[in-house]
């Protein structure tokens, strides 16, 4: 079993950037594959924005692409998201997440993922 638990949310303005953490702990070859979704308030469907895997293979969604990075830590056990040039629309809870499954390239698709943090808010103001 994989435990997530998400750091580093907040508030900030638009323009501003804030890096997120997730500590790994447990079984970590349940972490081959990891990924950050968020969730929009009163959206039902979490967003899958950018994922990882541990051969540092990258992925990212359009909304993010160019303003947030991915990064891993394996000898840390972490897992990082840089989000800079952030706006309004950026505001949600964020989770991250991971698999133990063998990819060529990280999903961003919620099924995929059976490890699951807390999640951890984060607010844009104009």
């Known amino acids: 079993r994989v435990r997530l638990v998400e750091s580093g949310g907040g508030s900030v303005q638009a323009g501003g950037s804030l890096r997120l953490s997730c500590a790994v702990s447990?079984?970590?070859?349940?972490?081959?594959?990891m990924a950050w979704f968020r969730q929009v308030s009163g959206e039902k469907e979490r967003e899958g924005i950018a994922?990882?895997?541990?051969?540092?293979?990258?992925i990212y969604s359009g909304s993010v692409t160019g303003r947030f990075t991915i990064s891993r830590d394996d000898a840390k056990n972490t897992l990082y998201l840089q989000m800079n040039n952030l706006n309004t629309s950026d505001t949600a809870v964020y989770y991250c997440?991971?698999?133990?499954?063998?990819?060529?390239?990280?999903?961003?698709?919620?099924?995929?993922?059976?490890?699951w943090g807390q999640g951890i808010q984060v607010t844009v103001s104009s």
């Open positions: 447990g079984d970590l070859t349940g972490s081959r594959c």
């Open positions: 997440a991971a698999d133990d499954g063998l990819y060529n390239s990280p999903p961003l698709v919620l099924d995929e993922y059976v490890y």
């Open positions: 994922g990882i895997l541990d051969d540092l293979t990258t």
